[in-house]
């Protein structure tokens, strides 16, 4: 697969601190080329686009849909604070120019907002909102008809799983296309790596390591007079009632590359790997700041796996060891016995965020081609939603782990729902 050479570089959560300046440099550098889009999108309906939670990665996300296709509209917004819409409105008119099409009266605002957008005639949704908002949110999209882009994780709990799962059941009944933003799919060295160790590379894959040591959650430091719930709200990244917790919310990607290594194989025992570190302290967070968990599947594979935040990043592990060599996921490299090492294609300074833009890119033409990847369940409309829900499940036993209780795989993921 390759990435759009006018895809820019867009970190998860770094958008909004770019400031107004970055969309005017993508203006500039041609990646909304007038002559090319118009090339793509000929003979093309409009697709009149919505955004529920105005954030950096949600704003990301609305412009990533403009630029993947010229008939594509910004439509609608929608959050819970008036600024964040303000913000991400003034973004998207300076970047999209007539293809942001949200009117004043099309900016919803309050703890109705989602809802008011969902019903506003939009074609489709993109959820960006905090992760315990987004099962509900699928379920009231699928309903109105709508195709999502759903961002990470799934869900914080498995009865909000239970609840995403229905939600893609009924959006294959309606042929309506649910896709994830599970970015490293569309990561050409991850890809690269990933295939080349399917394909035999290390031998017969024996062990999983996927270790994130990070610096801390953004925290907005809000004014004396805000209430409890507003800072919840605005720094929901650092609640577990809002996010799930850094190793469901931050971790489903790393969780994810492992799954992918591992096909259908299922989990069939998680245990807890030490204690539960105490959330950083001055930090506003009820966030445990480690979880360290082991994961025992099926074929025999163990997993480990741990996700660490603090003032001191130690920085990040994810390898594979085979029967006959190893391989370094985020090096993008393959040590093979009696072979030369091999490397991945490294992505030039600024295409990294390419995959963020190639992951919306396929979202958009599968809703266009009304046919997508296809799995064994023939799942070609839910496929890149399902392999979210997998990768979620597995965070939430993780996490269920460490805090000591424990559910079955088959209680979160039915076999229906492999990717």
Known sequence: ?????????????????????LPAAWLASGWMSEEGLAAEGAGRGTLRVGLIGCGGRGTGAAMQAAIADPAVRVVALADLFDDQVASSAGLLAQALGDRFEASR????????????????????????????????????????????WCETPAAIDPAGLSRFAAGLEAAESKGLVVASGLCSRFSLPTVSTIERVLDGAVGTIRSIALHHDGGLPWWK?????????????????????????SFVEHHVHALDRGLWLLGDDEPVAVERVGALEAPAADHGSDVPSAVRVRYHFASGVILDASCRRSATPRGSVESVVGSRGRADLLAGTIEESGQAPWQADRCQPGEAGGMYQAGIDAFLRTIRSGAGEVDRT??????????????????????????????????????????
């Open 1 to 21: 697969m390759s990435t759009p050479p006018r895809a820019s570089a867009l970190s998860r959560r770094s958008l909004l601190a770019a400031g107004a300046s």
């Open 105 to 148: 009266e099309r900016r919803y605002v309050g703890p109705g907002a989602d809802l008011d957008l969902i019903g506003s005639g939009v074609d489709v949704v993109i959820l960006a909102g905090p992760p315990s908002t987004r099962p509900a949110h699928l379920e009231a999209a699928v309903a109105a008809g709508l195709h999502v």
């Open 221 to 245: 430091p809000l004014s004396a007079t805000a209430s409890c719930e507003e800072i919840l709200e605005r720094n929901w990244i650092s609640s577990r009632c809002r996010s799930g917790g």
């Open 378 to 419: 023939s799942s070609a409309t839910t496929l890149s939603g399902r392999r979210l829900l997998r990768a979620t499940g597995l965070a939430l036993m993780g996490r269920m782990a460490a805090e000591g209780r424990s559910i079955a795989w088959r209680g979160l993921v039915s076999p229906s729902q492999r990717a």
